[in-house]
């Protein structure tokens, strides 16, 4: 049996760069790279491989680490996305049977779909991670809907990680302790979790899969809360008129991986 990690992420020189420019940047997570995870996230190549054969992980699925180019400008975030995915196809090419890709996507330019499908009929990728939330636009947002439309023509997933809520809400719920307890309360300990599954959860109700019935999303973490909710969630069908029980969405178009957990 292969094990194949499929939430395995790195970051590039040219993508700190900018997120060190943008005065939105990591948005308050640029402290959880530093040091050997910073050291490992910058590794594509030898030392990778001995980590995953030293763990038994035959296939790593290669992903920019969140917030990924999510809070970049549109520009900018075109050029490195192109950039991103090159590197990544590069490194598959060179070690074939040890690596597959996610493709890294402009959001801030979301009719740039023409990305993933570049990514996935060019360079062979197998889908994208996208990081939920654009700055303050969700995943439903209208602007995505290309986006959406070409991974359900394309038949690849999309991977819904985790990223930081926004500011209003860890104002409101994830701080009063201290700036290292309180980002880490809003991010890996819990908030990271609800935000991801809560992206999920709109797109359910936008009728997104409606729209697009053949759709996959991934969920991390065990389904990112959601399924263990899935009783109180599927009574929304009372009042959103969907065409299907909201538990037939989660089990037609939905993966779910226990990401480390």
Same mark, same amino acid.
């Given at each position: 049996?292969?094990?194949?990690?499929?939430?395995?992420?790195?970051?590039?020189?040219?993508?700190?760069?900018?997120?060190?420019?943008?005065?939105?940047?990591?948005?308050?997570?640029?402290?959880?790279?530093?040091?050997?995870?910073?050291?490992?996230?910058?590794?594509?190549?030898?030392?990778?491989?001995?980590?995953?054969?030293?763990?038994?992980?035959?296939?790593?699925?290669?992903?920019?680490?969140?917030?990924?180019?999510?809070?970049?400008?549109?520009?900018?975030?075109?050029?490195?996305?192109?950039?991103?995915?090159? +590197?990544?196809?590069? %490194?598959?090419? =060179?070690?074939?049977?040890?690596?597959?890709?996610?493709?890294? @996507?402009? !959001? &801030? /330019?979301?009719?740039?779909?023409?990305?993933?499908?570049?990514?996935?009929?060019?360079?062979?990728?197998?889908?994208?991670? +996208?990081?939920?939330? %654009?700055?303050? =636009?969700?995943?439903?947002?209208?602007?995505?809907?290309?986006? @959406?439309? !070409? &991974? /359900?023509?394309?038949?690849?997933?999309?991977?819904?990680?985790?990223?930081?809520?926004?500011?209003?809400?860890?104002?409101?719920?994830?701080?009063?302790?201290?700036?290292?307890?309180?980002?880490?309360?809003?991010?890996?300990?819990?908030?990271?979790?609800?935000?991801?599954?809560?992206?999920?959860?709109?797109?359910?109700?936008?009728?997104?899969?409606?729209?697009?019935?053949?759709?996959?999303?991934?969920?991390?973490?065990?389904?990112?809360?959601?399924?263990?909710?899935?009783?109180?969630?599927?009574?929304?069908?009372?009042?959103?008129?969907?065409r299907r029980p909201i538990a037939d969405y989660i089990r037609q178009n939905l993966y779910v991986t226990p990401s480390g957990m």
């Amino acid at each position: 049996m292969k094990i194949i990690g499929i939430e395995e992420h790195f970051v590039t020189a040219d993508i700190r760069s900018a997120w060190a420019a943008s005065p939105i940047g990591q948005e308050g997570t640029g402290g959880f790279d530093r040091g050997e995870i910073e050291e490992r996230l910058d590794d594509l190549g030898e030392q990778r491989l001995a980590l995953m054969d030293e763990s038994g992980v035959d296939v790593q699925v290669l992903s920019v680490t969140t917030p990924a180019l999510h809070n970049l400008e549109p520009e900018e975030s075109v050029t490195l996305a192109r950039r991103t995915n090159d +590197l990544i196809a590069a %490194t598959i090419a =060179k070690y074939r049977t040890r690596f597959q890709g996610f493709a890294t @996507l402009p !959001t &801030a /330019a979301p009719k740039e779909a023409a990305e993933l499908e570049r990514a996935v009929t060019r360079l062979g990728l197998i889908g994208t991670m +996208l990081c939920g939330r %654009t700055r303050e =636009k969700n995943l439903d947002h209208p602007d995505f809907s290309p986006l @959406l439309e !070409t &991974a /359900a023509r394309l038949g690849v997933p999309l991977f819904v990680h985790p990223r930081i809520p926004q500011r209003a809400v860890r104002e409101v719920y994830y701080s009063g302790f201290s700036d290292q307890i309180d980002t880490a309360f809003a991010t890996f300990a819990l908030g990271w979790h609800y935000e991801a599954g809560i992206q999920f959860v709109r797109l359910i109700l936008a009728g997104v899969f409606d729209k697009y019935p053949d759709l996959q999303i991934i969920l991390g973490h065990w389904g990112e809360v959601v399924l263990f909710y899935l009783e109180r969630i599927n009574s929304l069908g009372r009042v959103a008129h969907l065409r299907r029980p909201i538990a037939d969405y989660i089990r037609q178009n939905l993966y779910v991986t226990p990401s480390g957990m």
